[in-house]
Structures are given as structure tokens and as C-alpha cells.
């Protein structure tokens, strides 16, 4: 079975009172391991990296990896210039992470071309697995099709966290077969396995991660019916979880949950009232 696979979770950054609260992390991590997932992604757009100066980014993915205790984890990288990402990359290569999880630049919109070069310079540089992060509605271009093809080839481009939501496009990666296809969309999730994906980065398994991890495992084993039923019962909350930005809904569940202060940082805002009472009822009951 691939290392990227299965379903991983890309964890939130808890807050209290203005602070990271690293207690509540590490108690999440804990959690997670717990419930059976694969791994686990630091840093991520979940995990609001964006409002993180550089020494909480620093702190953040040292707590995580110290909580995982050997539970792979990998490490969210984005921004717009690559010769600055190259040295963020030089100098994860000294940590234990599976992986790095790379996103297209943002806001410029670089050419497909400029994309190749991007993530090539990056997985030139980086001494670990690259992940391919595909979405378009946060970054403002799209990796087209032709292009993640040319990237599998780098032998260190391993897989892809897909949020392109092109069925097409999902499907011709799975059936090429060198890049590991990880749902990146929940909603996403069951026709993914369904047609061969390899698994899920899914901020929805923050809540009810046995459920998750119990479906992956019966689509996986050729299980569908089985697969299809947990699905479908946790189609509701995946539907809830996606009804505002991430990651306040997670937060709002979480937080319900008694796990963590419903708290993010500015601009982000948390979950409205109503929203953050049906995810209450859906995690409760």
C-alpha cells in the first residue's frame, strides 16, 4: 500500500485567547492516531498558515510530529515566490515529515509552464515526497491535466490532493497510475475510492474519524455496500462541515465537542449561530 493513502487529516491550528494553544494540538494528534488514520497534514490550508507568523508555523509542525509519535505527517507549502519556498523546502529536509504538500502559487496565476517550473524546482530541491495540491478557487489557476502528467513523471512527485472537481481530470490520474489520487474535496470522498482513488486529506475527519477510516477500509476491501452505508451517514455532516469557510465549521464542531476554543484569527470568522448549532446536533447526537 502507498504511504499516501488512506484517510489523513489536515489538522486545524487551535487558538485560545489570541494564542496557539499547543496543549489542545497535541491532544487532537493524539486523537487522530487513535482513530486509525493514515497520517496526518501540518500546516495546511485547514490549519490557517496564513495568519501564522513564522515561528508558530515552526512550533506548530515541531508539536505535531513530536504528538504523532512516528504516525506520518506531512507539511503544508504554499506561496508565490519559489526561490523562497526552495529554502523553506532545504530546510524541512532535516525533519522527520512523510511528505510535502504543495500547492500552485498563489494570485499571480503563472503560466502551465511556470507551473512545470515551479514544482519542478521544488521537487529538485526537496529530499522527501512531493504532494501535488490542485485547487483552483484558492490559488486562481488550475493545474491542468496535461501538465500533472508531466510532473508524474518526477520520481519525486508521488500524489495529488485533488480539488480541481473535474471528474474527468480525477479519473485519467487514476487510471495513469503514477500519482496517488487523494480526494481533496469531501464530497468528493466516495466516488474517488469508488473509481480507484488511493484515499482523502479531508478536514470533515476531524469529526467521527473511526466513521471515515471505517469507510476507506470497506471500499477499499471491495465492500460497497458497507462503504456506501457509513457514507451516506456521514454525508450530512460532510454537507454542514462545507456550508461555510473553512475551517470555522470544523472549529464550530470541534469547539462543541469541548476539544478547542471556537476561536480563528482575522480575516477568518467563525461559524454563524445557526450553522454552529446543527453541527452541534450532528455531533452530539
Not at 513564522?54 to 507549502?77: F, K, N
Not at 521544488?122 to 486562481?140: H, Q
Not at 480541481?164 to 479519473?171: D, K, M, N, Q, R
Request: a negative charge.
Amino acid at each position: 500500500m502507498s504511504l499516501f493513502s488512506g484517510i489523513w487529516i489536515p489538522l486545524v491550528t487551535p487558538f485560545n485567547r489570541g494564542a496557539v494553544d499547543y496543549a489542545a494540538l497535541r491532544s487532537l494528534v493524539e486523537r487522530y492516531a487513535k482513530a486509525g488514520v493514515s497520517g496526518l497534514v501540518a500546516l495546511g490550508t485547514t490549519g490557517e498558515p496564513s495568519a501564522l507568523s513564522e515561528a508558530e508555523s515552526d512550533e506548530v509542525l515541531a508539536t505535531i510530529l513530536q504528538a504523532a509519535r512516528g504516525l506520518p505527517v506531512m507539511v503544508g507549502i504554499s506561496g508565490n515566490q519559489t526561490a523562497r519556498l526552495v529554502e523553506r523546502v532545504a530546510r524541512i529536509n532535516e525533519l522527520p515529515v512523510a511528505g510535502i504538500l504543495v500547492s500552485a502559487p498563489y494570485y499571480i496565476r503563472p503560466s502551465q509552464a511556470g507551473l512545470i517550473d515551479h514544482f519542478t524546482q521544488l521537487a529538485d530541491a526537496s529530499a522527501k515526497p512531493v504532494v501535488l495540491y490542485d485547487i483552483p478557487y484558492r490559488t486562481g489557476v488550475r493545474i491542468e491535466l496535461d501538465t500533472l502528467l508531466t510532473l508524474a513523471a518526477h520520481p519525486r512527485i508521488q500524489a495529488i490532493k485533488d480539488c480541481a472537481g473535474s471528474i474527468e481530470t480525477t479519473l485519467a490520474l487514476i487510471l495513469d497510475g503514477r500519482l496517488q489520487v487523494l480526494a481533496g474535496d469531501d464530497s468528493n470522498i466516495f466516488h474517488t475510492l469508488c473509481m480507484g482513488g488511493s484515499g482523502a486529506i479531508a478536514a470533515s475527519a476531524h469529526l467521527r474519524p473511526e466513521r471515515f477510516v471505517a469507510m476507506y477500509r470497506a471500499l477499499a476491501e471491495g465492500q460497497l455496500v458497507e462503504g456506501r452505508a457509513i457514507y451516506h451517514e456521514l454525508a450530512p455532516l460532510v454537507r454542514a462541515l462545507g456550508a461555510e469557510p473553512n475551517p470555522a465549521p470544523v472549529k464550530a464542531a470541534l469547539a462543541a465537542q469541548g476539544l478547542l476554543r471556537n476561536e480563528l484569527r482575522a480575516p477568518m470568522t467563525c461559524a454563524t449561530e445557526a450553522l454552529g448549532k446543527r453541527l452541534a446536533e450532528l455531533v452530539l447526537d
